[in-house]
Structure formats: C-alpha cells, structure tokens
Antibody, heavy 120, light 110 residues
Framework: QLQLQESGPGLVKPSETLSLTCAVSGGSISSSSYYWGWVRQPPGKGLEWIANIYYTGSTYYNPSLKSRVTISADMSKNQFSLKLSSVTAADTAVYYCARDPATDESFDIWGQGTMVTVSS | QSALTQPASVSGSPGQSITISCTGTSSDVGAYNYVSWYQQHPGKAPKLIIYDVSERPSGVSDRFSGSKSGNTASLTISGLQAEDEADYHC??????????FGGGTELTVL
C-alpha cells in the first residue's frame, strides 16, 4: 500500500527558505504512471496547488509561486522535495505531498500533511 | 490563475440530496474533463471522491456523483448521512499545465 510522509522544519523565519521532503513507500516515484506534487492549505482556508514533478524530471509550477519554488526528486531515495524561498507569514500552512495519476490529473493519494509556521 | 468559485457553505438534512457547484473558466473547468473533488474532515488530509468529472475511485460510495456543464462542475451527495459533514474541494487541470482548486465548501448535516 502506497504511503507518503512529509518531513521538515515546523518553524521557518521570514525571508528564509522552507524545505520539505516527501518520502514514498510501497511504490516507486520512478514509475511513468504518476506525477508527484505538493499542495498547501493555510489555516482556515482552501487548498492551493504548488508544484508537480514527473519521473523524467519535468516540473510544473503554480504561476503565482513559480519565482520562489523548486521541486526536485531523488530516485535513489524514492523521495521528492519542495523548496520555497523568501517566505512570509502568508506561507504559513499545512503542506501536503500527493500522487497524481498521469491519466486523470487528480490527486489520489495524500500524505498526512505537515504544519509549517513562518515566524521570527 | 484564479481559484475556482465554490459556495462557502451548504447544508441539508439526513436523507436529503445536496449539490455543490464549482465555477471556473474556459481555461480550466471548461477546457478538459479533468475535474476532481475531495472530501476533507477536520484535521485530516483530503480524500479523492470524484475524478475525471464523474468517475468514482474504488471504495467511494455511489451516493457521491459528479457532473459538468460548460465552465461549471457540480458534486451531488444523495441520501445525506452525518458522516458526510466535511469540507469539499473541487480541482481542475488547466490549459497552462497547472492545477487550480476552489475555495472549499463546508457541508453541514442538520
């Protein structure tokens, strides 16, 4: 059974870089059948897609965040990562990693989420 | 890209049916049949309940159904149950190879 687990600092200072990793177990991120992505949810608000990556290394970014976001994958460790630079309080959110079946552009399996607070 | 538009809240009594709308544009909802819906209980991760506008993943109750007309997608829940009380989010793939979510709808079962 596929499982995704987010990890990273729960507190990041303003203007610094937020770094998160999603470890995948029970399946391979090298599969051609899936994209892998990040979605966030500020407290009390809706979901916001951040970025996706394909096993070929192709990346896709939310236009509103593109200048600050980098998504990458480490096939040897079966994990993928998110970096968000120059963070502000507006980046405070629960960050989820998720799997996207390449055939239907949805997010079918999600990690439990990790809360990241931006504060000095 | 702008978020898809959903009503902030809807409510219904047990046994009734409710419909949640999700309005986008010709660049997202209207462009492809790649609309998905997610159920989210408090403090939990979202759960996929509808993909490709109207397809249900294995294990999802057939009380959940989806449809689309033009730039508006809809989620219908029939035979409302107390356990359906949750937030519901729509999502669409866009013509710029990105994804956009709605603002979410809080469902209250009276």
């Amino acid at each position: 059974q596929l499982q995704l687990q987010e990890s990273g600092p729960g507190l990041v200072k303003p203007s610094e870089t937020l770094s998160l990793t999603c470890a995948v177990s029970g399946g391979s991120i090298s599969s051609s059948s899936y994209y892998w992505g990040w979605v966030r949810q500020p407290p009390g608000k809706g979901l916001e897609w951040i970025a996706n990556i394909y096993y070929t290394g192709s990346t896709y970014y939310n236009p509103s965040l593109k200048s600050r976001v980098t998504i990458s994958a480490d096939m040897s460790k079966n994990q993928f990562s998110l970096k968000l630079s120059s963070v502000t309080a507006a980046d405070t959110a629960v960050y989820y990693c998720a799997r996207d079946p390449a055939t239907d552009e949805s997010f079918d399996i999600w990690g439990q989420g990790t809360m990241v607070t931006v504060s000095s | 890209q702008s978020a898809l538009t959903q009503p902030a809240s809807v409510s219904g009594s047990p046994g009734q049916s409710i419909t949640i709308s999700c309005t986008g544009t010709s660049s997202d909802v209207g462009a492809y049949n790649y609309v998905s819906w997610y159920q989210q209980h408090p403090g939990k991760a979202p759960k996929l309940i509808i993909y490709d506008v109207s397809e249900r993943p294995s294990g999802v109750s057939d009380r959940f159904s989806g449809s689309k007309s033009g730039n508006t997608a809809s989620l219908t829940i029939s035979g409302l149950q107390a356990e359906d009380e949750a937030d519901y989010h729509c999502c669409s793939y866009t013509d710029s190879s990105s994804w956009v979510f709605g603002g979410g709808t809080e469902l209250t079962v009276l």
